[in-house]
């Protein structure tokens, strides 16, 4: 059976990661490479890079960190931020990364989502969403989270898997930090209304969490960072327990 | 011994060259006919769509040379796809040596099927070392049916192959690059064939 997948999610700015990663036995923190290596070694099942860089310079070193990162590591890996281009894409791939997370650029122009899965298959797009709720009603966000839009979340769910995008990473600002667990009834409906992979980001704080989005939340992966980072949770002890649960996992 | 990986067109094909070089092997590149022919093993990776991909290999006389070669050659993904009869992705005829369609998943189950899923049935030295339910990554939305060169399986909707095998042509549908130790040592045991 197809396993359920556990994602850490690294920051990444100039090359560096960026908020807090405390783990014990770690040289050096603030490596991405080194970071990736003990995430692969122990569990999990893909990572995600989030490039945060504001600088032209940091989009630079984004790409020599990816290429030395596909050197090291043995499971898949995204990267995400600030792709607005067929050639942003290709560049990246290029160096080695697996998929591509898009996220304001395709609300900006959706038909990126398109020409992007028309070049490099659907398998390698991702299509990361940012919402909350507003008057009761899911509004995707964009600029990381930082510009509300008056996108309906299922509406624009539908269209970017219609578009082509080979996945979704799902962030419910409403969620996210709280560390009260993720947005199940939300997940839930996305998972049974589209047909592609749903990843749940926002809101781990324990175990259970992971157990519930999975069963009550119906997502395909989870996503998280800081639970990792500070090893709250370790990613081995994650997959055992929720087995126990009978939710199918890699150990 | 030399490792050649067909370059026929844009791609991630830089992810196997990395696993090889983790095996101490320095793989190369190369779309020229004389350096596939004359390599000790060949990898036939898979990229993007199959129609397109399909017209690539024709544009430069890759389709018939792969059909012919005699040393191992190992297709990946999309790779493995094309060396089936044809596929139903842009109706494409394919290459022909396994003697299997490949067809599109139902709509029952999510496509594509992304992720870490189970071989099992393994009948090839290409698992040596490799047990019944392993886990494998795998990204696609098309599968080959089971057939008489099938492998390895996998279920997804239904049971399908996951590998393939026939004389020096080995197919596997995951990413054995991506897929942790396990597809290490399938890339392993297949430098040893």
């Known amino acids: ?27 050096d923190a603030g490596d991405p490479i080194e970071l990736a290596k003990i995430y692969s070694e122990n569990g999990a099942d893909e990572l995600v890079f989030l490039d945060i860089s504001a600088t032209l310079e940091g989009r630079k070193t984004m790409l020599d960190l990816v290429l030395k990162v596909a050197k090291q590591i043995n499971i898949p890996f995204t990267v995400g931020g600030g792709i607005s281009s067929l050639e942003d894409v290709e560049a990246l791939l290029k160096c080695g990364a697996d998929k591509v997370s898009v996220n304001s650029s395709a609300i900006k122009r959706p038909d990126l989502i398109n020409e992007l899965s028309k070049k490099f298959g659907n398998q390698c797009i ?48 409403d969620h996210d930090g709280t560390k009260n667990g993720f947005a199940n009834l939300v997940l839930k409906k996305l ?45 081995l002890d994650l997959k055992r327990k929720l087995k126990n649960n009978n939710i199918e996992v890699r150990l | 011994m030399k490792v050649v990986i067909i370059d026929y067109g844009a791609g991630n094909i830089k992810s196997i060259q990395f696993a090889f070089k983790r095996l101490g092997v320095d793989a190369v590149l190369s779309n020229k006919l004389k350096e596939i022919m004359g390599a000790d093993k060949v990898i036939f990776p898979g990229v993007g769509e199959a129609n397109s991909a399909m017209k690539m290999l024709g544009e430069s006389g890759l389709d018939i040379i792969i059909p012919q070669l005699t040393q191992p050659v190992l297709g990946i993904c999309l790779g493995m796809q094309l060396l089936c009869n044809d596929t139903e992705e842009g109706n494409t005829k394919g290459l022909g040596v396994f003697n299997v369609s490949v067809k599109r998943f139902p709509n029952q189950v999510k496509v594509p099927q992304m992720g870490w899923n189970t071989i099992n049935n393994l009948k090839s030295e290409l698992f040596h070392g490799i047990s019944e339910n392993e886990y494998m990554y795998l990204v696609h939305s098309y599968y080959a049916e089971n057939c008489k060169d099938t492998i390895a399986t996998t279920n997804y909707s239904q049971i399908y192959s996951s590998a393939l095998q026939k004389n020096n042509f080995y197919g596997v549908q995951f990413h054995p690059e991506k897929s942790s130790y396990t597809g290490e040592l399938l890339l392993k045991n297949f430098l040893e064939l």
Not at chain 1, 5 to 18: A, E, F, M, Q, W
Not at chain 1, 134 to 163: C, M, N, P, Y
Not at chain 1, 201 to 208: D, F, R, Y
Request: aromatic share 8%; proline share 2%; net charge negative.
């Open chain 1, 191 to 235: 998972s049974e209304e589209l047909n592609i992979p749903i990843i749940a980001s926002g809101g781990a704080g324990n175990i259970q969490h992971f157990i519930d989005t999975f069963q009550l939340g119906k997502a395909d992966g989870a996503l998280a960072a800081s639970v990792f980072h500070f090893g709250e949770i370790e990613i």
């Open chain 1, 126 to 173: 991702v299509v990361a969403i940012d919402a909350k709720q507003i008057h009761g009603q899911w509004k995707v966000h964009l600029a990381g989270g930082t510009i509300s839009t008056d996108l309906d979340l299922f509406e624009w769910a539908k269209e970017v898997e219609q578009r082509g995008a080979g996945e979704i990473l799902f962030t419910s600002m």
């Open chain 1, 1 to 27: 059976m197809l396993a359920k997948r556990i994602i850490p999610c690294l920051d990444i700015k100039n090359g560096r990661t960026v908020k807090g990663v405390n783990f014990i036995d770690l040289r």
